[in-house]
Every structure is written in structure tokens, then in C-alpha cells.
């Protein structure tokens, strides 16, 4: 197994997977791919989670969901993903108060063929670490953020980052959207 981390300027892998994205009984699951957000040109982010119904991943889930417009307003494809089942995260949604309205599809990476391929595979366990990838139009990997599975993310960085990078300018150590990048 190659346990390289797929990085920046990598393509993202080509994938098609079933996603939880609703309680409503007939519209629980849906299919997600690869080229869905290059189809509208839009940016994706795809964030990991090591397993549902744990205790710090709920809080990320969350706060993913209450910055969702953020994403929206950016052009940004927003998707979560673990190695649970679609199933799983269909109990979760319903079981849990927090995430029973998430707006974001829940990809249920059951054969751990696209964590694997990422690279973000915890060997111990085979769950995947808390990983966040933002993906450009073309399916280019711009940036990448893992986290050992007993720290949560911070989604204002993600969102930072989504700014400073749909510039195209050079943006500085803690630039802020609507603050003067580099001029060279």
C-alpha cells in the first residue's frame, strides 16, 4: 500500500460514490462524482471524518453545516465523507439533532478505495483521518489540511483559504478577505 498523501497540484481522484443526503423517506441517497462540481465550475471542498456517532465529530459536521452559505456565496461544492456505511450516516441523520439537517451529501466510502487512494487511511483503525481537501474547476488539489482523529478542524481557516486562493494573487501570513494582497 502507498500511504503518500495525495497533495497539492495532484489531480483528485475520479470517483463515484452513494451519498446520505436527506431523512425523507424516498430521498435518502443520492450519487456523488468526481466531475459533479466541474460540471458547473464550481471549487469542492471534501472533508473527512473518521466514524460517525463519536463525540468530536459531530461538532465539525456542525459547524460545516452552519457555515454552509459560506461555501455557497464562494462557488464552493461542499461534501463530507467517511468510511461509514450510507446507511450509517442515514442513522446518524436521523438519531442525531445537530446533524439531521446537514445541506452537505454525506459520502459513504464503504470500500475505503477513495481514502486509500487519498492517502489518509489511518493504519490501526482503517478509518480516515480528519483530512480537508479544496479541489479547483479543473480537479486540481490547491490545498490539503490532516488532523490526528483527536483534533477538530477549524472551518473559518477552510473558508480563509478558499478566499486567498479564488484571488489568484499572493496573499500573506493571516490575510483576510477584503485585505490587500502582495502587489509585486
Known amino acids: 500500500m502507498d500511504n503518500r498523501i495525495l497533495s497539492v497540484g495532484s ?27 466541474k460540471k458547473y465550475n464550481q471549487w469542492m471542498v471534501m472533508f473527512w471524518w473518521p466514524k460517525d456517532f463519536t463525540l468530536l465529530c459531530p461538532t465539525e459536521l456542525t459547524e460545516f453545516n452552519r457555515q454552509y452559505q459560506e461555501f455557497e456565496d464562494r462557488n464552493v461544492m461542499l461534501i463530507g465523507a467517511s468510511t461509514d456505511s450510507e446507511f450509517v450516516h442515514l442513522a446518524w441523520r436521523t438519531h442525531h439533532e445537530n446533524i439531521r439537517k446537514l445541506k452537505f451529501p454525506m459520502i459513504a466510502d464503504t470500500s475505503k478505495s477513495l481514502a486509500e487512494e487519498l492517502g489518509i487511511l489511518e493504519e490501526k483503525e482503517k478509518v480516515a483521518y480528519r483530512a480537508t481537501y479544496i479541489v479547483d474547476p479543473d480537479g486540481v488539489i490547491r490545498w490539503v489540511s490532516l488532523y490526528d482523529l483527536s483534533v477538530g ?25 477584503g485585505q490587500e494582497p502582495i502587489k509585486i
Do not use: M
Not at 479564488?166 to 483576510?176: A, D, H, I, V
Open 11 to 37: 489531480k483528485f481522484p475520479t470517483f463515484q460514490k452513494v451519498a446520505a443526503v436527506s431523512i425523507e423517506r424516498g430521498k435518502e441517497f443520492t450519487q456523488i462524482s468526481s466531475e459533479d462540481h
Open 153 to 177: 478542524r477549524n472551518v473559518q481557516e477552510v473558508i480563509r483559504v478558499i478566499d486567498a486562493l479564488q484571488t489568484n494573487e499572493l496573499c500573506p501570513c493571516n490575510w483576510e478577505k
